[in-house]
């Protein structure tokens, strides 16, 4: 994943993308029904808006941390929760998460799974489940993969293909990428955004 890319378009960001993602995430939060006073971490953080709907969800005494490798994304996120004492980012990898085994409730990740080639995808899973607690939950969303053919979404695979620095989410069969990394799918909803087909799933591990 080309992070220098994310540091450069910081400033930028939630202006190309924060009002059609918006959507999607909140629903993506909304599955994963976190509770007062639960631990809740986000992967990719980007410019810090999930973190801030999730910390509003947890209640203040609480702590919802929000993990990016940006420092340019973790600069605007630091802005946008500048009324948010609760918060933390945290700098880091996905690939190697800096938290202990079983560290949180929940896990949220937006539009930050699809970033990754299938290995590096495995490995950000596995890693998700170590700082899970027994019966925590995850929830995801990405763009998918459409099951029959989609006229945006073969033109936004062709630009990933062709420019990946510019569109650099590749679409996946969610469910099935999750599932091969151990979990169980809960839930699953598709949407739309820009025509482009989004995939929430919402998953545990077994006991
Ligand atoms: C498409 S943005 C999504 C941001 C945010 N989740 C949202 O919904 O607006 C993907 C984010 O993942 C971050 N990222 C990319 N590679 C990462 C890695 N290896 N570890 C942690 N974050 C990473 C990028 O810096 C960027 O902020």
Not at 24 to 43: D, T, W
Not at 76 to 86: D, E, I, K, M, Y
Not at 91 to 118: H, I, K, N, P, W
């Amino acid at each position: 994943v080309a992070v220098t890319v994310y540091d450069r378009i910081s400033r930028a960001y939630d202006v190309l993308a924060e009002r059609p993602e918006r959507s999607c995430r909140e629903r993506a939060i909304a599955a994963l029904r976190v509770a007062v006073g639960e631990r809740v971490l986000e992967i990719g953080a980007g410019t810090g808006h999930g973190v801030q709907t999730l910390s509003r969800l947890v209640g203040c005494d609480r702590q919802v941390i929000g993990l990016d490798r940006s420092a340019g994304m973790l600069k605007s996120a630091r802005l946008v929760l500048a009324s948010h004492p609760n918060v933390r980012l945290v700098r880091g990898d996905a690939r190697r998460l800096c938290f202990a085994a079983g560290a949180f409730d929940a896990v949220l990740m937006s539009f930050t799974l699809e970033l990754f080639d299938a290995s590096d995808m495995a490995r950000v899973l596995a890693e998700v489940a170590r700082v899970l607690r027994v019966g925590g939950r995850l929830s995801i969303v990405a763009l998918a993969e459409p099951r029959e053919s989609n006229t945006i979404t073969t033109l936004y695979q062709w630009v990933h293909a062709h420019f990946p620095s510019i569109a650099d989410c590749r679409p996946i069969d969610l469910p099935a990428v999750v599932e091969c990394a151990g979990f169980q799918v809960r839930g699953e909803e598709t949407m739309r955004m820009c025509g482009l087909l989004v995939a929430v799933v919402i998953a545990q591990m077994p006991a």
